[in-house]
């Protein structure tokens, strides 16, 4: 059975098709999933791509959570289904409680657009499976606010529960403890602000971003319980 | 029912880091307003409401702010009510 992958479509979304290239280039199916449409169609992992969702208006993710597919999104997560959320589907995903923290301006005020290099830092996710702890994957990011924010309980928490999935090596946006991308407690919801679509062929700078979307591709068959033991 | 004003301000957290307005703080000096500090920057939102009276227009304006307006993990806000006069 191909991995079917549901890829939401907010208005102001602009990563999808680049997320389902990716996706298709590594044999699995990706599918459209209209943000009016309050259901998942029965797919195997969803991705809420990076854009800017209902454009970012009030702040980024505040009118998406609300969105019909978000309640359908928060369902399948809870059932253990793997949720990925790139940039703006990161802080989407923080704005609907499916992970802590929250995302605000970069701390040089600067619209970042570079490949940054990333630390993996646990490989008990369903982003990671496929890669190694400690390995270093050289994405793009491309962001105005991904300066990540949480409290001191929140980030012992996330500390002392090995949810920090990836680090920046070198901190580009101001983000707590170097955080570009965590996970929740059932380790299948992801958040990152790095692309990994957009390290998918050496024709991009990079193909490090496969690693990844093959461990969610792989997660798709293996089912997120097998993340916990 | 009466139509009620309010006026929302959404502001930093305590201890949450405001980029815009330290890089406003910083820029003051340069045109010469050097005595400046503790700059921030939030957002002002104002909206008009139907309720019976202040009491319930306050209690779903915060209710909003809670919800929607305001993100609580990195936002404070303030919220001032008043009634609207029927022309």
Same mark, same amino acid.
């Given at each position: 059975m191909t991995a079917r992958v549901g890829v939401v479509q907010f208005?102001?979304?602009?990563?999808e098709l680049d997320v389902c290239f990716a996706v298709e280039q590594l044999g699995g199916t990706a599918e459209i999933l209209w943000h009016g449409d309050p259901s998942t169609s029965g797919v195997d992992a969803v991705v809420i791509p990076g854009g800017f969702a209902?454009?970012?208006?009030?702040?980024?993710g505040a009118i998406a959570r609300f969105s019909p597919v978000m309640s359908a999104v928060a369902e399948f997560a809870a059932a253990g289904g793997p949720v990925v959320g790139i940039c703006n589907g990161f802080q989407v995903l923080c704005e609907a409680g499916l992970l802590p923290g929250a995302l605000q301006r970069n701390a040089g005020m600067k619209f970042l657009c570079t490949t940054v290099g990333l630390r993996v830092e646990?490989?008990?996710t369903v982003l990671t499976t496929a890669t190694e702890r400690g390995q270093i994957l050289q994405i793009p990011i491309n962001h105005f606010e991904g300066n990540f924010v949480c409290d001191d309980a929140t980030l012992a928490t996330l500390r002392a529960e090995e949810r920090v999935v990836v680090r920046y090596l070198q901190n580009p946006n101001g983000s707590r403890d170097d955080i570009a991308g965590i996970c929740n407690e059932g380790r299948n919801v992801v958040g990152l602000m790095p692309h990994p679509e957009r390290a998918s062929?050496?024709?991009?700078?990079?193909?490090?971003?496969n690693a990844l979307l093959r461990s969610l591709l792989a997660a798709c068959s293996a089912g997120a319980a097998s993340l916990l033991s | 029912m009466a139509r009620f004003e309010a006026r929302i301000e959404v502001t930093h957290l305590?201890? =949450?880091?405001?980029p815009a307005g330290a890089t406003v703080e910083r820029a003051l000096p340069a045109l010469?307003?050097?005595? =400046?500090?503790e700059v921030k920057i939030g957002k002002s939102i104002r909206l008009v409401l139907e309720a019976p009276d202040a009491e319930h227009a306050q209690r779903q304006v915060l209710d909003m702010c809670g919800r929607i307006l305001a993100n609580p993990v990195i936002e404070a806000y303030t919220v001032l009510v008043t009634e609207l006069m029927s022309a």
């Open positions: 208005p102001g979304t602009n990563c209902h454009g970012d208006y009030l702040r980024t646990t490989t008990t062929d050496l024709l991009l700078g990079s193909d490090d971003g | 305590a201890g =949450v880091a405001d010469g307003y050097s005595n =400046v500090s």
